[in-house]
């Protein structure tokens, strides 16, 4: 940002480079449908700036009742947070997403299995975060994110103070952290960067990192991964 580009857009909302995808191929009928028909209703509350100018922190009893809430960033096309919310029916679970293909991916899995427990934000997580009430969250997932290879964008990861300050903030004391990624450099960062924001790594032994979660599903991106010969990588954390 330059000394003359504002730092706060007219809403009030602070000027925040967004620099993945936001609408891949043509959207096919049905998933266009999916967005018109499903998306509102999913909504977890007024997220962005120019619904919530004065960011009033969401109502989670209103959402999910006395259910935990756990969050999901860069679900992708949905396959694991569609898993957890079906097989975790006394949960509720947020989704956020600013690739729109993968939202409508979502949504029709959403309609398919019947999950009544979740909540999707269709955008920057940041802003998401911006409206989380403090120790809200119960546990997250950061699963095959961006890698941004290139060493000159690696502050535009999740794992980057940018992200983990409003994130440790929105996380409940002891609440768990999931990470997957094939990326060694990733892992690298993410190992750095995490337990400086606040929270203690729980991997003891080679198999604590190497093999997935007893829960886990594996995704349309960790699958492309193994066909590439990546190895994929599982880290956990506790906030402290």
Request: hydrophobic fraction near 35%.
């Amino acid at each position: 940002m330059t000394k003359d580009t504002p730092s706060h857009h007219k809403s009030g909302a602070p000027w925040r480079n967004f620099y993945g995808r936001l609408k891949g191929k043509h959207l096919r009928e049905s998933q266009q449908g999916y967005l018109e028909e499903d998306l509102t209703a999913l909504s977890p509350g007024a997220v962005s700036w120019e619904d919530n100018p004065d960011r009033s922190p969401l109502d989670l009893t209103a959402l999910f009742g006395d259910k935990p809430v756990w969050l999901e960033t860069g679900f992708g096309g949905g396959e694991h947070m569609v898993h957890q919310a079906a097989s975790n029916p006394d949960i509720g679970i947020i989704g956020c997403e600013p690739y729109i293909n993968g939202v409508a991916m979502l949504l029709g899995k959403i309609r398919q299995a019947g999950c009544e427990n979740v909540a999707v934000h269709p955008g920057d997580v940041r802003d998401l975060f911006d409206v989380l009430p403090d120790e809200s969250i119960d546990k997250a997932f950061l699963l095959y994110p961006d890698p941004w290879p290139k060493k000159k964008h690696h502050r535009r990861r999740f794992v980057t103070p940018e992200y983990l300050e409003p994130f440790y903030r929105v996380l409940k004391p002891g609440a768990e952290f999931r990470v997957a990624t094939d990326i060694p450099d990733y892992v690298r960062q993410t190992l750095e960067e995490v337990p400086r924001a606040g929270f203690e790594w729980l991997g003891e032994r080679p198999a604590d990192w190497r093999e997935p979660w007893g829960d886990w599903i594996s995704t349309r991106y960790e699958q492309k991964a193994l066909r590439e010969d990546r190895t994929p990588h599982y880290l956990t954390f506790r906030r402290i």
